[in-house]
C-alpha cells in the first residue's frame, strides 16, 4: 500500500508540475526567410506562402499579382543600407528565446484565468519601417523587429509619428508589454455609451492591471512607456495630478478635444506642467484599477475585465490621489 501511495502521490506531484508548464509558442522568423533572396519570383513565393501576413502587414489582397509590393520588397532586400539594418536587428535580437520565454509566460497566464485564449502564431520581419510596429489578432501576430533594434541602431524610425518620447521605447524589452496589452482589448468589457474620461481611464488601467497580472516580474515602465523618473515623480505628485482632475471637474469630462489632452500621447501635460508626463489620464486610470484591485482581492482578473462599469469600480476603489 505504501508503495502505491508513494507511486499516486509522485504521479500527482509529475501531473501538476506539467501542468504549470509554460504554454508553447510558434515564432517564425519570417525575416530570415524573406531576406533568404531579393528575386521577384523568391518574393512572390514568399508572399504567396504567407497570405495572412501579407494581407495583414502589407495591406495585399492578392499577392499573385500585386507586382507593386513584389517589386517594393524585392528592391528592399537588394538594397545594402536595409542589409545592414538587418544584420544590426540579427544582432540586437540574437536566437530571440528572451522573447519566446516571455510571451509563452504571458500566453499560460493568460490562458489560466481566460481559457478561451489560444496562443497566436507570431512572426517577424524586417521590412525598412515599411509595414507597422506591431499587429496583434487573435490567431496573428506580427513583430516588425526593425522598429525595435534599439538606440544604437544606424536607421531609425523617421517622421512626426515618432518624437523622441515614443521613439525610446522602441526597444526589444518593450514589445511583449505592447502584444498583452494589445490581447486585453479582448477581454476588457466597456459601455459604449459611457464617453465620459473616466471611462477612458478606467479602460486603459484594467488593460495595464492585466498587463502586469500576465507579465507580474516586469517592470512598470515596461508597461506605461514612462522612465523610472518619470513614474517616480508622477508617484509622488500624485496628490497634485489628482487636484487638477477634482479643480477640473475632468472625470465625468465628455469634450474629445479635452479628453485628448489627459489621454493622448504628448512629451508632457502643459495643463499641469512640463514636469508632468503626457498620457497622464492614462496612468492615473492605472492608479484607480490597481487600487480598485488590492482592495478587492477576491475579484480576479476575468472578473475585473468582465466590470464595464467605470463609476463603480472608481468609487468603489476609494482612490482620492493619495500613494497608498
Known amino acids: 500500500m505504501r508503495y502505491w501511495a508513494a507511486l499516486i502521490g509522485l504521479f500527482c506531484l ?46 495585399a489582397n492578392e499577392t499573385t499579382t500585386d507586382t507593386a509590393l513584389v517589386r517594393e520588397l524585392s528592391n528592399r532586400i537588394a538594397n545594402p543600407a536595409l542589409n545592414e539594418l538587418n544584420k544590426q536587428v540579427q544582432q540586437e535580437f540574437g536566437d530571440m528565446t528572451d522573447l519566446q520565454n516571455q510571451l509563452a509566460e504571458a500566453f499560460t497566464n493568460i490562458r489560466k484565468d481566460f481559457p ?25 501576430i506580427v513583430i516588425g523587429i526593425d522598429y525595435f533594434a534599439g538606440p544604437t541602431a544606424t536607421y531609425r524610425p523617421q517622421g512626426p509619428q515618432f518624437p523622441a518620447y515614443i521613439l525610446r521605447r522602441y526597444q526589444k524589452d518593450y514589445i511583449v508589454p505592447a502584444i498583452v496589452f494589445a490581447i486585453s482589448d479582448k477581454y476588457n468589457a466597456t459601455n459604449r455609451a459611457d464617453q465620459t474620461m473616466l471611462a477612458d481611464m478606467v479602460y486603459y488601467g484594467k488593460g495595464y492591471v492585466f498587463t502586469k497580472t500576465m507579465l507580474p516580474d516586469v517592470a512598470d515602465s515596461l508597461v506605461i512607456g514612462y522612465s523610472d523618473k518619470q513614474l517616480t515623480e508622477t508617484f509622488n505628485a500624485q496628490d497634485i495630478v489628482w487636484g487638477h482632475f477634482i479643480d477640473n471637474q475632468l472625470l465625468y469630462q465628455t469634450n474629445p478635444a479635452i479628453k485628448q489632452r489627459y489621454l493622448n500621447e504628448r512629451p508632457f501635460t502643459a495643463e499641469i506642467g512640463q514636469g508632468c508626463p503626457g498620457a497622464i489620464g492614462r496612468w492615473l486610470g492605472w492608479r484607480i484599477v490597481g487600487q480598485y484591485h488590492d482592495e478587492h482581492t477576491s475579484v480576479g482578473i476575468a472578473e475585473l475585465m468582465r466590470n464595464a462599469d467605470a463609476r463603480q469600480l472608481f468609487e468603489q476603489s476609494g482612490y482620492k490621489g493619495q500613494k497608498e
Open 14 to 59: 509529475v501531473y501538476l508540475t506539467s501542468c504549470t508548464k509554460n504554454e508553447e509558442v510558434t515564432l517564425v522568423r519570417l525575416d530570415r526567410q524573406l531576406f533568404s533572396s531579393p528575386l521577384p519570383d523568391s518574393i512572390r513565393a514568399f508572399l504567396n506562402r504567407n497570405p495572412a501576413v501579407a494581407q495583414l502587414y502589407f495591406n
Open 116 to 140: 478561451d485564449f489560444r496562443n497566436p502564431k507570431v512572426v517577424t520581419l524586417v521590412t525598412g519601417f515599411m509595414g507597422p510596429d506591431l499587429v496583434v489578432t487573435d490567431s496573428l
